[in-house]
C-alpha cells in the first residue's frame, strides 16, 4: 500500500473540521470551519501543480539551450502564478 499524505493550512486561532471518505481519504476530503476558504485555495493550487508537474519534462528542458531554458522557466513562473491569482480571486482565503 502506497502512502499518502495531504496539508492542512491553519492559522493560529482558527478552528476547522475534517471529512471525508475512508476509501478516497487523505487524497480527497473536506474542510469545512474557518480555515475553509484557505484549504480550498491551498488545494486547488496543489491539484494544479500535480497535474502540471506532470506536462513537463525537465530534463529535455535543461538539455538544450540556455535561452530555450530560461523561456521555459519563466513560463513555468508565469503558468503558476496566474493559477495562483485565479485561485485566489475564487476562494478568497484571508490575508494576513
Known sequence: MQESKNLIFLKGGQKLNISGNSASFPNEYVVTGD???????????????????????IQQLSSGDEGAYVKAMQKIEADINKNIEENVKKFNPEKR
Open 35 to 57: 480555515a475553509k476558504s484557505d484549504n480550498d485555495s491551498f488545494q486547488a493550487c496543489q491539484k494544479f501543480l500535480t497535474t502540471y508537474g506532470q506536462t513537463l519534462n
